[in-house]
């Protein structure tokens, strides 16, 4: 069952930057610019980038946490972006989201069971059904049901990132958005939560979005990524392609500053790429080729205009190289 | 009102008391704690130490370290007799989990550990000096000129409301001043004499550690930086008073892979410029590998194992280092395994070796007595059963 589940067309997301005495719109940062993507059931797309490349906005637009400025999201050919508040509804329970920080992103003063039955609220089902529901996700997610009545500031940060997991596919969703979910954590804690996620992908089927700036987590979770900088879509392609070939320059220099553990994992790394300078301000974004201020191998038509992104083999690449 | 909070209440009176008594006899200032009570002038202990037929020349000596703190819980016993020492031009790491106690120990070095925190025992020896029994006084003139901190998070870590130029040259002009009178301040703001010089100290500095532009960077404020310039910055300002030691606790750990790469490498080379001695924090394996001599693996508030960076990732002992490098998610594939079970609640540790209760390989022996440190090979040692002295 392959299906094109979630295709994303040219999804842009502007936010305006005020400014002035009559606080107007002096400019605009454009924190994800045409993004184009798809994502069958149950396979996970991992989207890397340094921070403030658009990530995380690419990840709340998909939830609509975030309405687009312009582009299309169809969930199962469904446009989710054109849809009101209204009638998006049947859809929030299929698309769920993870968030960064299991310490902040759970209401401190409400109990677990609580937090847990939040997104069934707006399904009409017995409060005895969903008790036994959310009893049956924390055993899916190896905590006790005594965990039920407890407050989040009793559970240590691995466990409360469990919850966050139990509390996102509680509604049977389709799709969840999985934002950086164990880079608050620990390594020896990383490990559990990542088999637990891969766990409750094979066994329900979902499809993950998978955003962190773990490059290696990514390579080891995900079938397809997307390189992001500035907003831009810099390379796509299979994840065991982009890892082993890598063809953008910015991906090669993501790639070649891993530190690694051992000789067998750095002979797997391209050679070495220092990249010279800083990002540019997302305000002032250049004219050609986002990231060519800081590209070893930058030519005079990179400053010019900007490279459209050209299918090189499994591939797909944004730059003038290809 | 019950006991301990009267306790409390009578604690806290006493030493407004003793402070306003100090405050009327001149004698020093400040609320009398703990450390002047241990006030023994300066405790000179011999620079130079013998290990077997070898003479090291340690600039830095952890002895039997034990910290607990007192909490409204309970005491929590935090570190546990840990021993350290760092040679000269040396990068020692410490690796561990978050809350085993990297950072106490780091704090208990410069003498900026919480209020509720107790040196129970132990010494720290700083160039033949016990710094856990010098003056307040003489430890605030060690900071910034013989032991410099570079913290973690460049984002919280500068003052948002002063210049780049401001903050480093306060460091510059400042530094090892303790109690600095009105009247010191007021002619040193309008003699005006060196700061040409100190300005082009801050320059030459900034420069040194890869600023581009250090004009434009010395008039900004931290919130128009990046947070890679920011963490530069503060290797700078550490830099600044050419320390003997330096405390990196995970510089560059909220930075992107990129920018993180960039900051190691920039710290390894002016590091290895100047022959300052590191200890560098962090719970990265990777990174450890990259930038330390010496590693330290600590779990728990105790030092497990303790190798040459080559030794320990070649051929790592103790079971804990072994569920932590398993844990690492690899390029070569596999996610990682976790280690069972999670860090012990510090107001009950585990008797015996503070990590039985998660060891594979546990003993009768581990519950009940705690191990020393064994030698394996050469300088790699560990403290685990396993690897010596079962006391059958």
């Given amino acids: 069952m392959t299906d094109t589940m979630l295709e994303v067309q040219g999804l842009s997301m502007h936010f305006p930057v005020l400014g002035g005495i009559l606080h107007q719109k002096v400019g605009e940062i454009k924190a994800v610019d045409s993004v184009d993507f798809s994502l069958d059931s149950g396979k996970t797309l991992g989207i890397v980038g340094e921070s403030g490349c658009g990530k995380t906005t690419v990840g709340k637009a998909i939830a609509r946490l975030l309405l687009p400025t312009s582009g299309s999201i169809r969930f199962h050919g469904v446009d989710i972006a054109k849809l009101s508040d209204r009638t998006f509804k049947p859809f929030r329970g299929k698309i769920q989201m993870v968030f960064q920080d299991p310490s902040s992103s759970l209401n401190s003063r409400r109990r677990i069971g609580d937090l847990l039955l939040d997104p069934l609220r707006p399904n009409k089902i017995p409060m005895r059904e969903k008790r036994r529901r959310a009893l049956e996700l924390l055993e899916l997610v190896g905590l006790s049901g005594d965990n039920y009545y407890r407050y989040p ?49 094979n066994e329900l089927q979902i499809a993950y979005i998978f955003i962190s700036h773990n490059i290696i987590l990514v390579r080891n979770v995900a079938q397809e990524v997307l390189v992001m900088y500035l907003g831009r879509v810099m390379e796509k392609g299979p994840a065991d392609v982009i890892f082993t070939s890598p063809k953008h320059p910015y991906t090669i220099a993501l790639l070649s500053s891993i530190p690694t553990l051992t000789d067998e994992e750095a002979s797997l790394l391209p050679t070495k790429i220092h990249l010279a300078g800083e990002t540019p301000p997302a305000t002032k974004l250049p004219v050609g080729c986002r990231f060519a201020a800081r590209c070893p191998f930058r030519m005079v038509k990179c400053d010019q205009t900007e490279p459209p992104l050209v299918e090189v083999g499994q591939q797909s690449v944004r730059c003038w190289l290809y | 009102m019950e006991a301990h909070q009267w306790s409390i209440w009578r604690r806290s009176l006493m030493s407004h008391f003793r402070e306003a008594i100090s405050w009327l006899t001149k004698r ?44 409204y819980d309970g005491t929590a016993y935090v570190v546990d007799d840990l021993n350290i020492h760092v040679g000269e031009r040396e ?5 561990g989990e978050s809350g085993c106690g990297k950072t ?14 107790h040196v129970v025992g132990g010494k720290i020896i700083f160039k033949g000096t016990d710094l856990l029994r010098i003056e307040q006084k003489m430890l605030h003139e060690m900071r910034g000129k013989e032991i410099a901190w570079i913290p973690q998070d460049p984002m919280t870590s500068l003052n948002p409301v002063f210049t780049i130029e401001d903050q480093m040259m306060d460091i510059l002009k400042w530094k090892g001043t303790y109690k600095l009178s009105p009247i010191s301040y007021f002619r040193h703001k309008f003699e005006n004499r060196s700061t040409a010089n100190v300005k082009v100290e801050v320059i030459q500095m900034l420069e040194r550690v890869q600023i581009s532009d250090p004009e434009r960077v010395m008039k900004s404020y931290p ?35 990129s920018v993180q790469a960039e900051i190691l490498d920039l710290m390894q080379s002016k590091v290895k410029e100047d022959g300052n001695s590191v200890i560098f924090i962090t719970h990265d394996l990777a990174v450890a590998k990259k930038i330390c001599d010496r590693i330290y693996v600590m779990y728990a508030g105790a030092v497990v194992e303790i190798a040459d960076k080559n030794e320990l990732f070649a051929d790592p002992k103790h079971p804990y280092t072994l569920g932590l490098l398993e844990a690492v998610p690899k390029l070569t594939g596999g996610v990682g395994k976790s280690i069972a079970g999670m860090i012990p609640n510090y107001y009950d540790p585990p008797s015996g070796c503070r990590f039985h209760p998660r060891c594979p390989y546990s003993m009768p022996i581990c519950t009940t007595e705690k191990p020393l440190e064994y030698s394996v090979a050469g300088e790699h040692q560990v403290a685990c059963y396993l690897f010596g002295d079962k006391r059958a």
Avoid: W
């Fill in chain 1, 153 to 201: 500031h009793m559970l240590s940060g691995g466990q409360k990132q469990r919850i966050g997991i139990a509390k996102a596919v509680i509604s049977n969703p389709e799709l969840v958005i999985l934002d950086e979910p164990t880079s608050a954590l620990d390594v020896s804690i990383q490990a559990q939560i990542i088999e637990l996620l891969q766990q409750i992908q």
């Fill in chain 2, 28 to 71: 020093g200032g400040g609320p009398a704690s703990r450390k002047d009570k241990l006030k023994c002038a300066r405790a000179y202990v011999p620079h130079v130490f013998t290990e077997g037929n070898r003479i090291t020349c340690d600039i830095l000596r952890i002895e039997d370290l034990v910290i607990n703190f007192g909490t």
């Fill in chain 2, 91 to 95: 990068i020692i790491g410490l690796v």
């Fill in chain 2, 104 to 117: 106490i120990t780091a704090k208990a070095v410069i003498g900026i550990l919480p209020k509720q925190a």
């Fill in chain 2, 223 to 257: 919130a128009q930086l990046s947070g890679g310039m920011r963490q530069r910055i503060l290797i700078a300002m550490a830099l600044l008073g050419n320390p003997s030691l330096i405390i990196a606790d995970e510089p560059g750990t909220g930075l992107d892979v």
